[in-house]
T-cell receptor, first 112, second 113 residues
Framework: DAMVIQNPRYQVTQFGKPVTLSCSQT?????MYWYQQKSSQAPKLLFH???????NEADTPDNFQSRRPNTSFCFLDIRSPGLGDAAMYLC???????????FGPGTRLTVT | GQQLNQSPQSMFIQEGEDVSMNCTSS?????WLWYKQDPGEGPVLLIA?????ELTSNGRLTAQFGITRKDSFLNISASIPSDVGIYFC?????????????FGKGTKLSVKP
């Protein structure tokens, strides 16, 4: 089945220790998104790639970076995680901007 | 910025009852999407709506794109325990940053067997 895959599902990192989360898709969608979701809140968009074009949301901290080496993969790098970065990180894809988005299962990040 | 008002915030119902939740906005949306999220999982797309007035069903779920383009509702008929979760409405408005899907705050559904 075509899908969005996130690895790992659970990640524990230490305060200030860089961490990378990964996402892959078999949908061949043009757009890939990274969202942050905190408990009992809606997902919050961090950034997205349309093909190789990167767009950062205005309020996304500089601590968060992303890479998309090819159509299928996208990575979220958190350079120096703080306690406030503990959250569920969701990857999503869509054919284009005005189409429905399909989410992966998420990576739960814990910062100790 | 554009916002979606989703109600109710939470619902406690008996198994077998019908459920209705809705989202409204002060501005026009050109897409309405309904998602369900289980604890510890990503949101799963239930229904996507693209045309004003569109009424779409997916099993026991029915959703409509309001004729004014400013609202949408989701109905669940004959609820079962596995309907438990958080339901989010989401949409693409006009004039927002590209790719930015606006989310409602969610409706938490609890079903008593």
């Amino acid at each position: 089945d075509a899908m969005v895959i996130q690895n790992p599902r659970y990640q524990v990192t230490q305060f200030g220790k860089p961490v990378t989360l990964s996402c892959s898709q078999t949908l061949n969608h043009n757009v890939m998104y990274w969202y942050q979701q905190k408990s009992s809140q809606a997902p919050k968009l961090l950034f997205h790639y349309y093909d190789k074009d990167f767009n950062n949301e205005a309020d996304t901290p500089d601590n968060f970076q992303s890479r998309r080496p090819n159509t299928s993969f996208c990575f979220l790098d958190i350079r120096s995680p703080g306690l406030g970065d503990a959250a569920m990180y969701l990857c999503a894809t869509s054919r284009g901007f005005s189409y429905e988005q399909y989410f992966g299962p998420g990576t739960r990040l814990t910062v100790t | 910025g554009q916002q979606l008002n989703q109600s109710p915030q939470s619902m406690f119902i008996q198994e077998g009852e019908d459920v209705s939740m809705n989202c409204t906005s002060s501005s026009i949306f050109n897409t309405w999407l309904w998602y369900k999220q289980d604890p510890g999982e990503g949101p799963v797309l239930l229904i996507a709506l693209y045309k004003a007035g569109e009424l779409t069903s997916n099993g026991r779920l029915t959703a409509q794109f309001g004729i004014t383009r400013k609202d949408s509702f989701l109905n669940i008929s004959a609820s079962i325990p596995s309907d438990v979760g958080i339901y989010f409405c989401a949409g693409h408005g006009y004039g927002g940053s590209q790719g930015n899907l606006i989310f409602g705050k969610g409706t938490k559904l609890s079903v008593k067997p």
